[in-house]
């Protein structure tokens, strides 16, 4: 059965900590590795990572894919308050649109 | 540009009673997924469309059904409704390439009492 696991489950870091989320998967036909930001209601995408070991970089936000053991990672250094919200990880499957989304890991950054 | 738009937010129904929701996609995407998201726990796929027609599922029950029309909007209807339905169903469309991620639209919540 496919599925995405995230860790932690929670996480509470104070501003400027950097801190890194978890994402392991086992989906048929993968294709690529999706992480999003939920705040209140839609999903807002991040990254798609498709190769492994390409770190992608958004500003203080960056994530890679290891296809060999089936793991990724998002980074988020000197975190602000704004940085509070459930980030989601999904892994995508080859010729279709389906997503397989973990659980997420909710994340508050206090002042 | 356009993006994903829902309607309603917020509904509120009765167990066994029929609902639809809808869904404008954002401007030259042509495939439309929902997913249902229960309280803390991520987006399950429920099905998507591309050009009007079905074209994956996921482990969700006959009861829920959808359409997809001409301008690429959609409906998700959900008949018998359940307790456990509760939950907020989010839209997301693509331009329709395999390789071009996801967007979602605010979503719709829904009670069942």
């Known amino acids: 059965e496919d599925k995405v696991v995230q860790s932690p489950l929670s996480l509470v870091v104070h501003e400027g900590d950097t801190v890194t989320l978890n994402c392991s998967y086992e989906v048929t036909n993968f294709r690529s590795l999706l992480w999003y930001k939920q705040e209140k209601k839609a999903p807002t995408f991040l990254f798609m990572l498709t190769s492994s070991g390409i770190e992608k970089k958004s500003g203080r936000l960056s994530s890679i894919l290891d296809k060999k053991e089936l793991f990724s990672i998002l980074n988020i250094t000197a975190t602000q308050t704004g940085d509070s919200a459930v980030y989601l990880c999904a892994g995508a499957m080859d010729s279709s649109y389906k997503l397989i989304f973990g659980s997420g890991t909710r994340l508050l950054v206090r002042p | 540009e356009t993006g994903v738009t829902q309607s309603p937010t917020h509904l509120i129904k009765t167990r066994g009673q029929q609902v639809t929701l809808r869904c404008s996609s954002q401007s030259g995407h042509n495939t439309v997924s929902w997913y249902q998201q229960a309280l803390g726990q991520g987006p399950q796929f429920i099905f998507q469309?591309?050009?009007?027609?079905?074209?994956g599922r996921g482990n969700f029950p006959p009861r829920f059904s959808g359409l997809q029309f001409p301008n690429y909007s959609s409906e998700l209807n959900v008949n018998a409704l359940e307790l456990d339905d509760s939950a907020l169903y989010l839209c997301?469309?693509?331009?329709?390439?395999?390789?071009?991620?996801?967007?979602f639209g605010n979503g719709t919540r829904l009670t069942v009492t």
């Open positions: 997301a469309s693509s331009p329709g390439a395999y390789n071009s991620p996801l967007h």
């Open positions: 469309y591309y050009r009007e027609e079905e074209n």
